[in-house]
């Protein structure tokens, strides 16, 4: 759902009367048109009219009606106050929008204006999607990202369209803020990538047809006015936003740059009502700093989830070895965008080196790690006042393994990025800790309006104020020993009614001493009974005073209290935030270099050149999935080779080969494609990779186009989608890519498709000059290695045993000659009857010899690359072939509409004999 969605409350009619409350409700919600309202009222937030309605219907709730509006009932549902975040999170997540609307005023105060006085009430905060902190509404191990995207007319870095474009991005709930130049051509990956789940647009672009597919595949889009994204004054409002009279310490940035940050600047703002959130300052990203991975890809080779939205099955939860949520959203940023610097990926690397080589240094992080919280939410929600005690005890208990780590770390010879953490850890304040575990109990209620959660000992007012809460028999009898030993009247009672509250009680035959001084002037006489006379006492006055507002005042102490620890950690805000990112930066190396011990993963080799050697490759998802499924002495995963680096001797400009892969269904083809693609994102993520070597000549774009499926909602047939992808990959790719193609053509007739496949291939060794891996089962195209320089043929072994056929899973050079198809067939269960069938119809079409149109094709068509360069010759002169007459002759004489199947064979066999010229 859209910001344009819109969720009305009828407005009264001319001369009709509305409640008091009603008015306010319609009022308020006139304001905020495109959210649903929670109104509060009293322990419930209540919603009217159709945002009732709609409620209801997402969260499955009863509809009732209170009153009338218009002479029809007023629809009406409510939830719980304590309930709330449950059900915002069903409404966040079914795409709606809320404004809370909270009581800004106690009732009491509004009964003194009057009977039919209404509580004041506003609107404190608005939830979107892109706007979470709560611990409820989030996945603890994902990030929640806000991002704008904006665009500019003219300037550095145009697109083809004549606009540059920025997408600035942030995740309020850990405080991360980027901002990055984008374009056309890559929106669609950096979106990808950056997975918002809410994207802020400029009216004008969301309503850009040729723009709407990219904005259906998101969560949610919320369009705003132009104005929002107005370059002219977002440096200002991000200045003002930071408290900076300047952004030059922040960098340099473009003006769509500064436009998109501002969007999302002015987004925060506007949703939070003035709360701010603490935010780092915006870092600019370059335009090549990560692997470009398309949606495509991503959703092919399945990184984060799986084809099916699940995350089991995922790359990530393959070698997820982190014990922090903070750690696993880190790892899944790092494997979303591989970096493309070698000296940054080596860093990683040497990080996760120490670690494996240290395995008692690592067993002692990871164990103190998993009793660190997530600091950076925690931090973040105390910034927007949505923090309890639990979160104030998070943030001390971080610092106390954040510094417990820094002097495991600095106890040995730390490579620079584990050596860069521990300084980060050590960097807030030294104090901050102690105090909190100080201030705190050792029991802490979730919400700070519980109380309760102050130690005894910490402030003495509170104390004394909860003594007289708790105790107020003790205190008031500890008084009543006070008088009766100063007064010398051992029978002296202090008792408790309701008119006359705490009174002290003497015998008639005591009381004139009592009104004697020096007691005369402490005590007065209230009311004389029947041998007993009662006084009172300022003290006692006093007394009785704090004890029927002790809980109150304990409470407001101890709100007072948290608003002074909240001060002391904020005054610390971004030292607090740089040893969250540490925390969870030492997180991903240790994981990953228990990942390396458990999986037996090596370190590769990374540089600035085209080579792509693998040496014993495995695909790391499936790996452990046979493990599991065989037990752990099950048969191991089969390992392969692969080498696309240039190969030597080759003329022309450097490039890498391309694998042309053949090979039976099943014997594993798509499986060594995609192991390699996953390999080469371990790599440049700074990660061990499942080999026994890898060399890595940095990978600038990974494209994958493997497996099929149709998009219907779009109108794309599979085979559409196919070509769609693939030409997306012929247009982009280059020399420095990664290309992984599986079954290009097999969508279309046979001929079409071959024809596709060929054609394709050569433009990826003569254009694009990438590195590649290309299976398919047009086994013509092995030809082709005869006059392409960088490919080679490879195929995947397979050994027939008594009409079997057993998968060896070993990709060997050479091709196939073969398929194998009708043994996948039998052995994906197809009737025996149509096995046998198939087999008898494939030895006639074999014995046509299927390879020699491909060898004409190599003998008299030039090569992609020379059919650019000059035009096609002339089609040479055909004589007429008294054969082929004959077959076109009695084809034209056939109605296959009208034959029976044996007239349809026996028409195939006389077309046979008719084209040998029988």
Not at 27 to 42: H, N, Q, V
Request: some cysteine; hydrophobic content about 45%; charged content about 25%.
């Amino acid at each position: 759902m859209d910001a344009h969605a819109k969720h009305p409350a009828t407005p009264p009619a001319e001369g009709e009367r509305v409640t008091p409350m009603m008015a306010q409700y319609i009022e308020i919600k006139t304001a905020y048109p495109d959210s649903l309202l929670f109104y509060r009222m009293g322990d419930f937030y209540e919603l009217f009219f159709a945002d009732a309605e709609a409620a209801s219907r997402t969260l499955g709730i009863v509809l009732t009606k209170r009153g009338k509006h218009m002479g029809d009932d007023i629809p009406m549902c409510g939830v719980p106050v304590e309930r709330a975040e449950e059900y915002l999170h069903k409404l966040i997540a079914s795409g709606h929008r809320v404004a809370v609307c909270e009581q800004t005023e106690d009732p009491a105060e509004a009964r003194k204006r009057g009977g039919k006085s209404v509580v004041r009430r506003d609107v404190t905060r608005l939830v979107t999607p892109g706007t979470l902190t709560e611990d409820a509404l989030l996945d603890a191990r994902r990030e929640n990202v806000l991002a704008a995207l904006a665009r500019v007319r003219g300037g550095e870095g145009t697109s083809d369209d004549g606009y540059v474009y920025a997408i600035a991005f942030a995740d309020i709930s850990t405080g991360s803020f980027r901002v990055a130049p984008t374009g056309l051509s890559r929106l669609a990956a950096d979106l990808a990538r950056i997975e918002p789940a809410e994207l802020l647009v400029p009216d004008p672009l969301y309503d850009e047809a040729e723009l709407r597919e990219l904005w259906r595949a998101l969560p949610s889009v919320t369009p705003l006015p132009k104005e929002s994204f107005d370059g002219a004054g977002a440096e200002r409002r991000i200045a003002q936003f930071f408290g900076v009279a300047t952004l030059d310490a922040f960098g340099a940035f473009s003006r769509a740059e500064l436009a998109a940050a501002g969007a999302v600047v002015a987004y925060i703002e506007r949703t939070q009502l003035g709360a701010r959130p603490p935010l780092a300052a915006p870092v600019r990203e370059g335009g090549g700093e990560a692997m470009v991975i398309d949606p495509a890809t991503r959703a092919n080779l399945e990184i984060l989830r799986t084809t099916t939205g699940e995350r089991a099955g995922s790359l990530i939860a393959a070698v997820d070895r982190t014990v922090t949520s903070a750690g696993a959203r880190a790892l899944a940023r790092r494997l979303a965008e591989p970096l493309t610097e070698p000296a940054r990926i080596s860093a990683r690397l040497d990080a996760v080196e120490h670690l494996v080589d240290a395995p008692h240094l690592r067993a002692q992080l990871r164990e103190r790690l998993a009793g660190a919280p997530d600091l950076a939410r925690a931090l973040a929600r105390l910034a927007l006042g949505r923090a309890g005690p639990r979160d104030l005890a998070a943030i001390g208990r971080g610092l106390d393994e954040g510094a417990a780590i820094a002097r495991l770390i600095g106890a040995g010879d730390a490579p620079a990025e584990l050596a860069e953490a521990a300084r980060a850890l050590q960097a807030p304040d030294a104090g901050l800790a102690p105090l909190l575990a100080s201030a705190l109990a050792d029991e802490l209620p979730a919400y700070r309006r519980d109380g309760g959660f102050v130690r005894a000992g910490f402030e003495p007012e509170l104390d004394a104020t909860r003594a007289l809460r708790d105790e107020s028999r003790r205190v008031v009898a500890s008084l009543e020993r006070r008088y009766a030993e100063e007064t010398g009247i051992r029978a002296l009672k202090i008792r408790h009614n309701a008119v006359l509250g705490y009174y002290v009680e003497v015998s008639a035959q005591n009381a004139d001493r009592l009104r004697e001084p020096p007691f005369s002037g402490i005590f007065v006489h209230r009311q004389t009974m029947a041998g007993a006379v009662r006084f009172t006492s300022v003290e006692l006055g006093e007394l009785e005073a704090k004890i029927a507002s002790a809980g109150e005042r304990a409470l407001a102490l101890e709100q007072t209290i948290f608003e002074r620890l909240s001060g002391e950690v904020l005054a610390s805000a971004d030292a607090i935030r740089a040893a969250a990112q540490a925390l969870a930066n030492v997180d991903v190396a240790s994981g990953l270099a228990q990942l390396a011990v458990d999986e037996n993963h090596v370190r590769p080799e990374i540089d600035d050149g085209l080579d792509f050697a693998i040496q014993g490759g495995r695909h790391p998802v499936v790996e452990q999935a046979l493990r599991q499924d065989r037990g752990a002495s099950g048969g191991p995963f089969v390992a392969n080779d692969c080498d696309l680096s240039p190969p030597e001797g080759v003329k022309g400009p450097a490039a890498g080969r391309i694998f042309l892969v053949t090979g039976p269904n099943m014997a594993g083809k798509s499986t060594f494609l995609r192991q390699n693609a996953l390999i080469a994102i371990l790599a440049q993520a700074g990660a061990f990779v499942p080999a026994r070597a890898a060399h890595i000549g940095v990978v600038d774009r990974l494209f994958s186009r493997v497996g099929a499926a149709d998009d219907l909602a779009r109108g794309r047939s599979t085979f559409m989608v196919e070509m769609v992808e693939t030409a997306a990959i012929l247009n982009q790719a280059t020399a420095r890519s990664l290309v992984i193609l599986d079954e290009i053509g097999r969508g279309t007739a046979t001929f079409d498709g071959l024809s596709i496949a060929w054609a394709s291939l050569e433009h990826l060794h003569e254009v694009n000059r990438c590195r590649g891996l290309f299976a398919t089962h047009f086994h013509e195209l092995t030809a082709l290695a005869q006059r392409l320089g960088r490919l080679a043929n490879a195929t995947v072994k397979v050994k027939e045993w008594e009409g079997e056929v057993v998968f060896l899973h070993e990709v060997v050079p050479g091709a196939a000659d073969r398929s194998y198809g009708i043994q996948v067939a039998k052995l994906a269960g197809l009737p025996a009857a149509v096995v046998e069938r198939a087999r008898a119809v494939l030895t006639e079409l074999e014995k046509a010899d299927r390879a020699a149109p491909a060898q004409r094709i190599l003998d008299d068509l030039p090569l992609f690359a020379a059919l650019n360069r000059a035009p096609a010759p002339a089609a040479p002169a055909v004589k007429a072939d008294p054969a082929a007459e004959a077959v076109k002759a009695a084809l034209a004489g056939l109605d296959p509409d009208e034959m029976t199947p044996r007239e349809a064979l026996e028409a195939l066999y006389k077309l046979k004999a008719a084209a040998r010229g029988g």
